[in-house]
């Protein structure tokens, strides 16, 4: 069995060779991978989404797909379309470029919701359905999405079913002085991307991803993810709070965090570190709190802050 700590070390460590001084938001990524969930990065421009993206293919033996949306891309453009061969006198499937293993889905909220929607089989029941034909997808299979919140014309905000599918989101935010200057010097000749190479292969992520799956939680930090996410149902600043998938999601993602730690239990502190990232995008801030210009990050912070994290021993077999 794949040692899940040492898996996590090397993804980062490859993922740092080309996004400088962001590690917790690459920890967050390897999480998603190891969930099998996908990940919704969002920016503004230059701040290196895209390649974050991009290094994490470079660092899997894994297909790679990219797809750039568009205002006037198609839902055939994204899962693919039945051409009818008059040799064969049948018809045949061209795989679109959401049939890959990790696919960078790049500016997806300019993509019109009919678009958008295509994506939702996918990500949900990892296969795609064409003309009556259900076609399956690659294991692994993980999007990554990228989105500028700052411009808004010629864009579709995603809506709330599609945010539901993103296990994690997060934001890389510009980087201090002292790491602009050494991304500088880093691509003064060449871009570190270019000699990226794999550092696992497809056997030890589904190795991973299984492994993840056997680390123990407890009751009491089972009934903790539960009422995090409760609390955001009964919230007065939340006009839709985090559905059951929203506490299965931060189950899994504590499940990989503390993998990566080395433990083979869930703590609080897992749950409390992954809560933000995990529901604020799960949630409608209610327009009294949007009026005071309070956010959902911050809904979720104050919840975390006012529930009362269990104590005790959360290993196997203990209470």
Request: glycine share 6%; charged share 25%.
């Amino acid at each position: 069995m794949v040692d899940v700590k040492s898996f996590g070390q090397r993804v980062t460590e490859s993922l740092e060779k080309v996004i400088v001084g962001k590690r917790q938001s690459i920890e967050l990524v390897v999480i998603g991978l190891l969930c099998q969930g996908h990940v919704l990065i969002e920016d503004v421009p230059g701040v290196g989404k895209t390649m974050l993206a991009r290094s994490l293919a470079r660092s899997m033996d894994c297909e790679f797909n990219r797809i750039q949306f568009t205002p006037d891309m198609l839902p055939s453009d994204v899962t693919g379309v039945s051409i009818y061969n008059q040799q064969s006198k049948q018809f045949e499937f061209r795989p679109g470029p959401i049939v890959g293993q990790v696919i960078l889905a790049d500016e997806i909220n300019r993509a019109t919701p009919k678009t958008q929607a295509a994506l939702l089989e996918a990500m949900e029941e990892r296969q795609v359905t064409v003309d009556g034909v259900t076609h399956l997808l690659p294991i692994p299979f993980m999007v990554l999405a990228t989105q500028n919140p700052i411009e808004y014309e010629g864009t579709f905000p995603l809506p709330e079913a599609q945010l539901d599918r993103f296990l994690l989101r997060l934001r890389l935010g510009y980087p201090n002085i002292a790491e602009e200057m050494q991304i500088m010097d880093d691509q003064r000749l060449k871009h570190p991307l270019e000699s990226l190479k794999p550092v696992v292969k497809v056997k030890e992520i589904l190795q991973a991803v299984s492994a993840v799956k056997q680390v123990h939680i407890s009751p009491a930090v089972k009934r903790y993810i539960v009422e995090l996410s409760a609390r955001t149902r009964n919230s007065s600043d939340v006009y839709l709070g985090a559905s059951p998938r929203g506490s299965l999601a931060l189950a899994r993602a504590g499940q990989a965090r503390a993998a990566i730690l080395g433990r083979d239990h869930v703590l609080p502190d897992d749950i409390q570190a992954l809560a933000v990232a995990v529901l604020a995008h799960r949630i409608i801030v209610s327009p009294a709190a949007r009026l005071r210009d309070v956010g959902s990050d911050r809904i979720v912070q104050e919840i975390v802050l006012s529930t009362p994290a269990p104590g005790g021993s959360f290993e196997v077999g203990k209470k």
